[in-house]
């Protein structure tokens, strides 16, 4: 059995094996072709003129037959394709299921039935095979023709089958397949009036008014005109039904946004750049202050790329409330046209977009509606995953990016990788940056991609005099004398934002009375205008400060939901809110602010308080995707202790996602929160609690030196002895003997690790994380032979369930760091299996931060024995690691053992600039190993002082930090550079140390260089 999908995908699959059987995308286009004539023969002359026209007649039909000839490998023994000398047939056969088909099945059988049932089942098949436009992404003439006319059918269809349901009593039914025929037709208002239709008489008043809005606000934007007046007057009875005789305006006021005005250059810019992006990805950055036009310009160039054939999906970020990380993207990932080329990636890239975007069921609704949780350590790949479903698209995708200055790091970070990904993807990504009000990141970020070469800034400036009274006459509808213009030119000094308010207060104020000066002040002005109901409702999308819903808001606000939803009329029709998505958004942040600011410093405790428990109630099935806007509401309404939860639950998701910045930015965060409660043991615990969380991502973004992960180890540890709680002590004690380590505090180190083992039964499972410690601290000390037995007992106790405060894994770490033992005390067999064991370990449980660390101990490993080709692997693919998910302190381990294979003078840089990056990032453990490692590459340049300079700093540093593992190592190199009788004596002390620390291999080293200078080895 064959299924061939051709609506919203292109695939044929074998359902009994589930084998993709798809050739070229010109043989399922074929297909495609055939099943859109079914019954009818096509001529082979005209398939090969169709689908070769720029090839010669004879070649065309050497083409067809070489299509046919794959096509038949395809269907196999399938009989659909009727073939001959002259024509191709594609008949309907039970062997072969073809969504097209079935749809125009289903339909005729619904068309020709007058039973209410048998309308409603054939109806509902045939939009359940409907999925998505015919062919998606390709713009052949034929295509588009058949894709029309399919899109004109399913339409009808929504109509008959909603109208069915609605007469039978299915109202909500009814109201699902109007919602799809407006998705599938925005451009005609007989979709929305019967949804808004059967809305209403399901007693959803709201959503029929919000309909409405929607119905307006796309023709305003597609066609410029207002609706048809048979759909203003059925808003117009919704909204009466409250207000007895009065009859509500529904006419917006003001400028409709439709015509742009004084920014030809730019948009010119833009354009030529929009047709290069056919070549190859572009990124623009329009920048400006806040009110200078660069959401107005953009907007103008989408709907450019719209009216070209282009894809353009739209975002935005806000700086009001925070969402999740990679929110713009999942925003990108959900318009028809990248879900349609999501279904045509493989299978392991479909479903690395899942975890972000959750896939949609049959008619449009998503599974659950949950949010999926990201593997967290899959970060290449997960990026990979997106990009590839955006790039798949196949024609020239724009992506626009609103409030560039308050994306989150993660979102950043992938479009580095995605415009980074293929040079030919027909890419392109417009963002505004608002010059006043840009963070560190953003900016950071701009400069890096400025390096690439694909980013194109563009400084928006304020219209000049003559552009500033064109507007000005553009929204009045009357021209302006050079006095006024001249006065408003003053007042807005070119700034389109103020001329619009500043036009629109003096038509409020039904005269030509001069502009004020201050925008703020004409802002208000302008909200201050509408009703109190307006105002309160105004206030409280304040509060929210993203999109917000009618049913967010009617929860929130002290209103009735009727007076809710003639006051977001109100300002919907005053231009104050706009409709987005499913819900709305303020026309400008600007207004947003003045709408905050006008809320009493008392109000905005209760409102936040009031739209925590709103949106609690909303997403109760799934508050993780508003976790940050709940933990946000919740701060700000006096509830720390709410907020400290979803603060976490958030940070959780972003560490899942490897977005580690935002993880410790919302642990930051949800300190803060934790500062504002009385002092007591409630707010202790909650303090630990939040500090234990950032330890990891802290570690994974900073590093184990970092002055930052210290700061929270040692608060940990004070709160929890307090508390009394010794489980959070022993943890914070590994932590801090962590951080003592890797600073190269060997003795202090050892004493904390000591304490932290005497806190635990030392058989107990949970001790795991104490014998790491200790095993760790007793190797530096140079007593390989207990930390062998200390790590194997941390491996072996911690298994999979016990995990450092900094994301360090025991059964991992143990088994990679006990291979540097086994070697000192000569078992070079034991050594290599224990190298071996951790990263199988790590690759198995899928974290590439403890892959990344494996492979770096195993790099040390496979140096210590002399394996280079080993070593050169292990560290090529730890480095990429590093780079890929930007770990720290791991990196600059690899970058010296890379510089050391090297063997020269370039590699003798690399190592030196490893050494000195974790000089200065205050990781000092294992540093006499690493520049005797340097010492090593110099001596082989014939740089022997330099050489003998760098052992003498290896000594004196491992004998001033008690990091004496490798002591007799860097004693014998040293060796080499003294004269015979002091080389002697200098290698008799290494061989001692060595034989103390029971090192056998340095021990033999020793011994054997002796030897090679005639003298007696030692024995003991």
Request: proline share 4%.
């Amino acid at each position: 059995m064959l299924r061939v999908s051709l609506l919203g995908e292109q695939v044929i699959v074998d359902e009994r094996t589930g084998e993709l059987r798809c050739g070229s995308s010109r043989t399922v286009a074929l297909v495609a072709y055939l099943v859109a004539h079914a019954g009818a023969p096509q001529s082979r002359q005209r398939i090969a003129g169709l689908f070769w026209p720029d090839s010669s007649g004879p070649q065309a039909l050497t083409n067809v037959r070489r299509e046919l000839h794959q096509l038949r490998q395809i269907l196999g023994d399938e009989m659909s394709l009727v073939v001959t000398s002259r024509d191709l047939t594609w008949r309907d056969t039970p062997g072969c299921r073809v969504d097209v088909r079935e749809f125009a099945l289903h339909r005729a059988a619904a068309l020709a039935s007058d039973v209410d049932a048998t309308i409603v089942a054939n109806a509902a098949k045939a939009l359940d095979r409907y999925r998505g436009e015919f062919l998606p992404g390709r713009q052949d003439e034929w295509v588009l023709a058949v894709r029309e006319e399919l899109e004109r059918q399913c339409g009808e269809l929504c109509d008959l089958l909603s109208s069915t349901r609605a007469r039978t009593g299915d109202l909500a039914g009814a109201i699902e397949v109007a919602r799809r025929r407006v998705q599938l037709r925005p451009l005609e208002e007989v979709g929305y009036r019967a949804l808004m239709e059967w809305q209403a008489e399901l007693g959803d008043r709201a959503g029929a008014v919000s309909t409405f809005h929607r119905c307006a606000s796309v023709l305003e934007r597609e066609l410029g005109v207002d609706p048809d007046p048979s759909t203003r007057r059925a808003v117009q009875r919704l909204l009466a039904r409250d207000h007895g005789d009065v009859e509500p305006a529904v006419t917006r006021a003001g400028l409709s946004g439709s015509e742009l005005i004084g920014r030809a250059h730019e948009l010119g810019v833009l354009e030529s750049l929009w047709r290069e992006a056919a070549a190859g990805p572009r990124l623009v950055l329009v920048c400006g202050d806040a009110g200078v036009g660069k959401t107005r310009l953009v907007a103008e160039l989408a709907e450019l790329a719209r009216a070209r054939g282009g894809v353009v999906a739209s975002t935005r970020c806000f700086g009001a409330a925070g969402r999740l990380a990679l929110a713009p993207v999942a925003d990108w990932l959900r318009h028809p046209a990248v879900e349609a080329a999501t279904t045509r990636l493989e299978p392991v890239w479909r479903t690395e977009v899942e975890r972000l975007v959750p896939p949609f069921a049959a008619g449009g609704a998503a599974d659950g509606g949950a949010q999926p949780l990201i593997d967290a350590w899959q970060r290449h790949r997960f990026f990979e995953g997106l990009a590839r479903a955006l790039i798949e698209v196949g024609r020239r995708t724009l992506l626009v990016l609103d409030n560039v200055q308050w994306c989150d790091q993660e979102t950043l970070a992938f479009l580095t990788f995605v415009l980074g990904l293929d040079p030919e993807a027909p890419l392109m990504v417009v963002g505004t940056l608002r010059a006043d009000d840009s963070g560190p990141a953003a900016v950071e970020w701009a400069a890096r991609m400025g390096a690439t070469g694909l980013l194109t800034e563009m400084t928006l400036e304020p219209l000049h005099a003559a552009a500033t009274a064109q507007l000005a006459e553009t929204i009045s509808g009357r021209s302006m004398s050079e006095e006024e213009a001249t006065l408003l030119y003053a007042a807005t000094a070119g700034y389109p934002l103020s001329v619009v308010e500043a036009v629109r207060a003096m038509i409020d104020r039904h005269g030509t009375s001069a502009p004020d000066r201050a925008l703020g002040a004409v802002l208000r002005r302008r909200l201050a205008q509408a009703t109190s109901t307006a105002r309160e409702v105004a206030g409280v999308a304040a509060v929210v400060g993203t999109q917000v819903t009618l049913d967010l808001l009617t929860e929130a606000a002290d209103l009735e939901a009727v007076d809710v939803v003639h006051g977001v009329d109100e300002l919907w029709r005053r231009r104050i809110l706009r409709v987005r998505h499913d819900g709305y958004e303020f026309s400008h942040d600007l207004l947003r602010d003045t709408a905050y600011e006008m809320v009493s410093p008392a109000r905005r405790w209760l409102l936040h308080r009031r739209v925590a428990q709103g949106l609690e109630l909303l997403h109760a099935a799934d508050t993780d995707a508003v976790s940050v806007q709940l933990a946000e509401q919740y701060a700000r309404a006096g509830r720390p202790e709410r907020a400290v939860v979803y603060y976490g639950r958030a940070a959780e998701i972003a560490v899942k996602r490897s977005a580690h910045v935002e993880a410790v930015r919302l642990q930051t965060a949800a300190l803060d929160a934790v500062s504002s409660m009385p002092e007591g043991r409630a707010r202790d615990g909650y303090e630990l609690a939040v500090l234990e969380a950032i330890g990891a991502p802290l570690n994974a973004e900073h590093g184990y030196a970092s002055p930052e992960l210290q700061r929270v180890v040692e608060r940990s540890l004070a709160l929890a002895e307090s508390l009394g709680r010794r489980d959070s002590a022993q943890r914070a004690l590994v932590a801090l003997w962590t951080s003592r380590q890797v600073q190269g505090r060997i003795a202090d180190g050892h004493r904390v690790a000591n304490r932290a083992l005497a806190m635990v039964d030392p058989d107990a499972e949970r001790s795991g994380p104490a014998h790491f410690a200790v095993a760790g601290a007793a190797f530096s000390c140079g007593i390989p032979a207990a930390a062998a037995r200390h790590f194997e007992l941390a491996a072996t106790l911690s298994g999979d369930r016990h995990v450092l405060s900094v994301g360090a894994r025991p059964d991992v770490y143990g088994r990679a760091w006990a291979a540097h033992a086994y070697w000192l005390l000569g078992q070079d067999d034991a050594a290599l299996a224990s190298c071996r064991a951790a990263v199988a370990r790590a690759r198995e449980i899928d974290h590439p931060y403890t892959l990344a660390a494996s492979l770096a101990y195993a790099g040390i490993t496979h140096q210590l024995r002399g394996d280079v080709p080993a070593m050169t692997a292990a560290v090529a693919e730890a480095r990429d690691l590093c780079d890929r998910y930007g770990f720290a302190y791991y990196r600059e381990w690899v970058l010296i053992l890379d510089g050391w294979s090297r063997g020269d003078a370039s590699g003798a840089a690399i190592t030196e600039r490893g050494i000195d990056n974790l000089r200065a990032e205050g990781s000092l453990s294992r540093m006499p190993y690493w520049l005797s490692l340097l010492a090593d590459l110099l001596t082989g340049l014939d740089r022997h002082d330099a050489a003998r300079e760098t052992l003498d700093e290896a000594i004196a540093d491992g004998l001033a930090r008690d990091d004496v593992w490798w002591m007799p190592e860097v004693m014998r190199m040293r060796s080499a550079h003294d004269q015979r009788e002091a080389a002697v004596d200098r290698l008799r002390s290494a061989a001692r140390m060595a034989s103390a620390h029971g090192s056998v291999a340095l021990l033999q080293r020793c011994t054997d260089d002796l030897a090679r200078r005639g003298v007696r080895p030692v024995t003991d």
